[in-house]
């Protein structure tokens, strides 16, 4: 099995910046067949939106809403993969999520981490 643990969240200003962690570990030969990584976020309500992804040939897609404020890149060699945001709105506020997932093969995801954007 495959354990994500997110790390970053808070609360932050409107306009600022956060940077959200995201450490696989278990076991290595699952992790090293998944071929795409991405953040999502949930609200209550909602369902679950992609937020950014990422695959291991570092092909990267972002919604239209997080082109240009999102970047996500990623640590092959350890197994970790991030999340840089910037000028966040009270609209970004979500419980946000890790997942790693080879597509019809394996689907991992953390246990999430809230970000709230409030002055």
């Known amino acids: 099995q495959v354990q994500l643990v997110e790390s970053g969240g808070g609360l932050v200003q409107p306009g600022g910046s956060l940077s959200l962690s995201c450490a696989a570990s278990g076991d290595s030969g699952m992790i090293s067949s998944v071929n795409f990584m991405g953040w999502y976020r949930q609200v209550p309500g909602k369902q679950r939106e992609l937020v950014a992804g990422?695959?291991?040939?570092?092909?990267?897609n972002y919604p239209g809403y997080a082109q240009g404020r999102f970047i996500i890149f990623r640590d092959a060699t350890n197994n970790m993969v991030y999340l840089h945001m910037h000028s966040l709105k009270p609209e970004d506020t979500a419980v946000y999520y890790c997942?790693?997932?080879?597509?019809?093969?394996?689907?991992?995801w953390g246990q999430g981490t809230q970000v709230t954007v409030s002055s």
């Open positions: 997942r790693f997932q080879r597509a019809g093969i394996s689907d991992f």
């Open positions: 990422i695959t291991t040939g570092d092909s990267t």
